[in-house]
C-alpha cells in the first residue's frame, strides 16, 4: 500500500478541488507539473519555481544516463536534483511512441537516443528504475499507439498495457512511491470503457489518461474524457499526460482532470511567446524594442519583477540562453497562477466565470 491519500474538497460542475499528499508533501489540484525530463528544466533551475509542487522526470532518459543505480547512490532523486517537494516519474511508454521502437512480446525494443545502441525496456524494467529513482509517483510502463489507430490496434493497446499494469502491479517495491495506473483506447469509447474498468480493477493511486494529445481536436478530447472520467473512482486523483496549453488545461479542468504535465508553456517561451494572463504576446515583435515595462505587470515571476520587455527582446537576440531561463520561469509562472485561479474558483463555486475569462466562446 502505498502513502497517497488524495482529498477532494470541493465539485463545480464536473471541475474539481482537491489536495494530495504524499510523503508529508501537499499538492493542491489541479496541478501542473512542469517536465524536467532529465532531472533539470531546459536552460532554468527549478528552484526558481517558488509556485510548483511537483517536477515530472523521465525513466527512459535518466536509464540511460546516468543510470537508476548512479542515482539511487547519490541519494536518489530528489537529492540528486536537489528537489524535495513531490516528483512524478513518467515510465518510457510514451517514448515507446515518440521515438522509433519495435514493441515485441514482452517489452519495447528502443533504440538508445544516446549511441544507437539497441536495448529493451520491460514493464518490470520500467518499475524496478522508478523505485531506484525514489520518485514520489510511479507510472506504469504503457503501450502507445496513434490516436486515430484502428480499432483493433487500439484493442492490442489496451490489452498490452492492462497485461504490463499487472506486472507493474506485481513488480512494484517501494511504499514510499504510489502508482498510476494508464488508460488508453485513443477516441473509441467503447475502449475507453473497457481500459478504464479493468485498470481500475487492479486498484492503482491514481488514473492516467494516456495516449491524448496527439493530434486530436478539442472537441474530441473533451468528450473522451468526460467520458472516461465518469468511470473513475472519485476519490482518486486523475491525470491526463502530455497537456499544458491553456485551452486544453481550462477544457480538462472543467472535466474533473487534476494533473497536468506538459512541454509547452517552457517550449513556447523559448520561440519567444509569452503568457500574459488570457492571451500571449510575442516578445520578438518590433514594437517591443524600446518597450520599458515587464512582459505581465501583475505577474510575481522574478523576470516580471527584475526586466522590461526591451532587454528580453534584446536577450533572445543575442543571448539566447539566459533570455530561456527568464522567459520560461514567467510562462511556467504564469501557468501555475491560472491553475491556482482555477482552484480558488472551483472552492467559491465560481469556476463559470473562470473558464469565461480564459474561454471566449
Ligand atoms: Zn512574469
Redesign the pocket.
Known amino acids: 500500500m502505498s502513502n497517497l491519500n488524495f482529498k477532494l474538497l470541493k465539485k463545480d460542475g464536473n471541475a474539481r478541488a482537491g489536495v494530495l499528499v504524499i510523503n508529508n508533501k501537499e499538492v493542491l489540484t489541479p496541478t501542473f507539473m512542469p517536465v524536467a525530463t532529465k532531472g533539470a528544466l531546459k536552460s532554468t533551475p527549478h528552484e526558481l519555481l517558488d509556485k510548483t509542487s511537483v517536477l515530472l522526470a523521465n525513466t527512459y532518459h535518466l536509464y540511460l544516463r546516468p543510470g537508476a543505480e548512479t542515482i539511487n547512490e547519490l541519494g536518489g532523486l530528489h537529492k540528486f536534483m536537489n528537489w524535495d517537494r513531490v516528483i512524478l516519474t513518467d515510465s518510457g511508454g510514451f517514448q515507446g511512441w515518440s521515438l522509433p521502437t519495435k514493441k515485441v512480446s514482452d517489452g519495447i525494443q528502443f533504440k538508445n537516443v544516446y549511441d544507437g545502441s539497441k536495448f529493451l525496456m520491460t514493464p518490470e524494467i520500467s518499475i524496478k528504475t522508478q523505485n531506484l529513482l525514489g520518485s514520489d509517483i510511479a507510472m506504469i510502463f504503457d503501450y502507445v499507439v496513434d490516436i486515430d489507430a484502428e480499432d483493433h490496434l487500439q484493442n492490442e493497446a489496451i490489452d498490452t498495457t492492462q497485461e504490463w499494469a499487472k506486472i507493474a502491479r506485481e513488480t512494484h517495491n517501494n511504499n514510499q512511491q504510489a502508482l498510476f495506473g494508464i488508460i488508453q483506447g485513443g477516441l473509441v469509447k467503447k475502449l475507453r470503457e473497457k481500459s478504464a474498468l479493468s485498470m481500475i480493477n487492479l486498484d492503482f493511486d491514481g488514473y492516467a489518461l494516456g495516449g491524448l494529445a496527439l493530434g486530436e481536436s478539442r472537441q474530441e478530447r473533451k468528450d473522451i474524457v468526460k467520458f472516461t472520467s465518469s468511470f473513475l473512482p472519485i476519490d482518486k486523483p486523475r491525470y491526463v499526460m502530455g497537456l499544458g496549453d491553456t485551452l486544453g488545461l481550462v477544457d480538462l479542468i472543467a472535466e474533473g482532470i487534476d494533473m497536468f504535465d506538459c512541454v509547452w508553456p517552457a517550449r513556447l517561451a523559448r520561440h519567444g511567446k509569452?503568457i500574459t494572463g488570457n492571451t500571449y504576446i510575442n516578445i520578438k515583435n518590433k514594437k517591443f524594442s524600446s518597450d520599458s515595462e515587464?512582459?505581465?505587470k501583475s505577474?510575481?515571476?522574478?523576470?516580471?519583477?527584475n526586466y522590461s520587455k526591451g532587454f528580453l527582446k534584446h536577450l533572445l537576440n543575442n543571448e539566447k540562453t539566459s533570455a530561456w531561463l527568464y522567459l520560461t520561469?514567467?510562462n511556467l509562472?504564469?501557468t501555475e497562477i491560472m491553475l491556482d485561479e482555477a482552484r480558488q474558483s472551483i472552492l467559491e463555486s465560481d469556476f463559470e466565470n473562470f473558464k469565461k475569462r480564459y474561454i471566449n466562446e
Open positions: 509569452l515587464p512582459i505581465y505577474c510575481p515571476c522574478f523576470t516580471c519583477k520561469i514567467h509562472i504564469q
